[in-house]
Structures are given as structure tokens and as C-alpha cells.
T-cell receptor, first 117, second 112 residues
Framework: GAVVSQHPSWVICKSGTSVKIECRSL??????MFWYRQFPKQSLMLMAT?????????EQGVEKDKFLINHASLTLSTLTVTSAHPEDSSFYIC?????????????FGDGTRLSIL | DQQVKQNSPSLSVQEGRISILNCDYT??????FLWYKKYPAEGPTFLIS?????DKNEDGRFTVFLNKSAKHLSLHIVPSQPGDSAVYFC???????????FGTGTRLTIIP
């Protein structure tokens, strides 16, 4: 149980393109999903918390107009990197957590490697 | 401000022996602690967790110990297997806040 699917796993695109990444909880409902970014040999840095039916909460320093998050249902959140540039190249990972229970772990997708040329 | 620290960037252990990974934290509001295992180009896989009301939690080969007074937790893997080779992250959250704060990771290598 607790499977999170992330798609696509790898994207290469030209500078200026917008890229959408999907995160789905396959076998549980998640009122909250999280988006992380990982640079090589570094830890996971939380970008934003995605709440179903409401606006996402962004961490300090993360541009909300650059990284658009939509959480339209209890099983799907999307991250759109708008007008991507080479400095946006990174490994993006989503996670989801079972709704309404304390002390539950976040379960992660397999990540999306984004390469902007 | 690194609130969760893993001071050993790497660790090598002989197959069959015990692997001990350590993690320290500074935020006294943290009350839920987790360990994740991560392979390159994959998302972290949840291993085991512990809440602050306990000092030990065991699941198969994995045991997590929590010392609240020292703000220290450790993950014991016994016996260590080659498939355990990966990067291990500890993470923590505070009650009422679902956000996880991750440590910097420890690369564990199991030597056959």
C-alpha cells in the first residue's frame, strides 16, 4: 500500500518551455501533497505544500509564479515549471500523506529529472 | 540553520554486521522521526518511524532508537545485506506541522 506515482520520470526540453509534472496517490487519499527539489549530492528541499481544494503554501525563496501547483483532487497534484530555464534543471520529487491521521509517514514518488537545454 | 544533522556522510559495513546510522536534531518541537532509504534517481522509500512517546521501534532488521534528552536518534540494521547499500535520510516533523525536515544523508555501503 501507500504507492505514489510521479510522471514523467525524465524530461528534456528547450529553455522557455513550460513543463507539467503529475503526482498521484494510487491507493490512498491525500489531502496534502508535498513538492521537493534535490540538487546533486544534497538533501531534499521542500518547495511547497499542496492542499486539496486550496492554494499551495510555498517555502521562502520559492517563486510561486514560477512553480505553479494545483491539487484538484484527493489523489492528484501537479507542479508546472513555467518558462523553464537551465537553472531550473533538477530532480523534483513529490510525496503524499494519508489524510486525517497523526504520525503517518510521507510516501514519495520516484521523482522527475528535469533537464532544460 | 540545519535543524536535522547527519554528521557522517558515508559509512562502510561488512555484510552480516550491524550498521548504525546516526542523526541529531536541534528543534525541541520535533516529535515524529522517520528514516528513508534512497537510491540514485529514485524517490525516498519509507523505512521506519518513531514518535516521541517511544524510545525504540523495531521492524524486522530495522530498529530506530530515540534519545530525547540528547536530541539524537539512530537506525540499526542487522544483519546488513548488500541491498542495503543506499543513501539514508533521517527526517523530523513537529506536531501539527506535516512538513518534514530532512538531514543531509549518509551513504551506506555494505561490503560483501
Amino acid at each position: 500500500g501507500a504507492v505514489v506515482s510521479q510522471h514523467p520520470s525524465w524530461v528534456i526540453c528547450k529553455s522557455g518551455t513550460s513543463v507539467k509534472i503529475e503526482c498521484r496517490s494510487l491507493d490512498f487519499q491525500a489531502t496534502t501533497m508535498f513538492w521537493y527539489r534535490q540538487f546533486p549530492k544534497q538533501s531534499l528541499m521542500l518547495m511547497a505544500t499542496s492542499n486539496e481544494g486550496s492554494k499551495a503554501t510555498y517555502e521562502q525563496g520559492v517563486e510561486k509564479d514560477k512553480f505553479l501547483i494545483n491539487h484538484a483532487s484527493l489523489t492528484l497534484s501537479t507542479l508546472t515549471v513555467t518558462s523553464a530555464h537551465p537553472e531550473d534543471s533538477s530532480f523534483y520529487i513529490c510525496s503524499a500523506r494519508t489524510a486525517g491521521r497523526l504520525y503517518q509517514p510521507q510516501h514519495f514518488g520516484d521523482g522527475t529529472r528535469l533537464s532544460i537545454l | 540553520d540545519q535543524q536535522v544533522k547527519q554528521n557522517s556522510p558515508s559509512l562502510s559495513v561488512q555484510e552480516g554486521r550491524i550498521s548504525i546510522l546516526n542523526c541529531d536534531y536541534t528543534n525541541s518541537m520535533f516529535d515524529y522521526f522517520l528514516w528513508y532509504k534512497k537510491y540514485p534517481a529514485e524517490g525516498p522509500t519509507f523505512l521506519i518511524s518513531i514518535s516521541s512517546i517511544k524510545d525504540k521501534n523495531e521492524d524486522g532488521r530495522f530498529t530506530v532508537f530515540l534519545n530525547k534528552s540528547a536530541k539524537h536518534l539512530s537506525l540499526h540494521i542487522v544483519p546488513s545485506q548488500p541491498g542495503d547499500s543506499a543513501v539514508y535520510f533521517c527526517a523530523a516533523s513537529a506536531l501539527g506541522n506535516e512538513k518534514l525536515t530532512f538531514g543531509t544523508g549518509t551513504r551506506l555501503t555494505i561490503i560483501p
